[in-house]
């Protein structure tokens, strides 16, 4: 059974940054590519940065593109999201998945940037 703990949020001011992991279990380590997504209150769901499971190809949500690096340790199972220059928007619970978002869901991090 697939397992998500995702970890590393907190309240950070604006221009701060965070790094954020998603350690995951029950898949082949390189099997899924894995993704990052975002909810903030009364919003949808969106996806903001995914990374292939080998060769390590990625994808950013234009928000975040430019100030945000994911990257993947197969061997440690864990997906790591470095988000830079934090703005209030970003300020939302996130989560990690796969690209359809349809595995058993973590309890997410949050992440709250405010002065």
């Known amino acids: 059974q697939v397992q998500l703990v995702e970890s590393g949020g907190g309240l950070v001011q604006p221009g701060g940054s965070l790094r954020l992991s998603c350690s995951f279990s029950?898949?082949?380590?390189?099997?899924?590519?894995i993704g990052w997504f975002r909810q903030a209150p009364g919003k949808e769901r969106e996806g903001i940065s995914c990374?292939?499971?080998?060769?390590?190809?990625?994808y950013y949500l234009d928000s975040v593109k430019g100030r945000s690096t994911i990257s993947r340790d197969n061997d440690k199972n864990t997906v790591y999201l470095q988000i830079n220059s934090l703005k209030p928007a970003d300020t939302a619970v996130y989560y990690c998945?796969?690209?359809?978002?349809?595995?058993?869901r973590g309890q997410g991090t949050q992440v709250t940037v405010a002065s």
């Open positions: 998945n796969n690209l359809g978002g349809n595995w058993p």
């Open positions: 029950g898949f082949t380590s390189d099997a899924y590519a």
């Open positions: 990374v292939d499971g080998t060769d390590g190809s990625t």
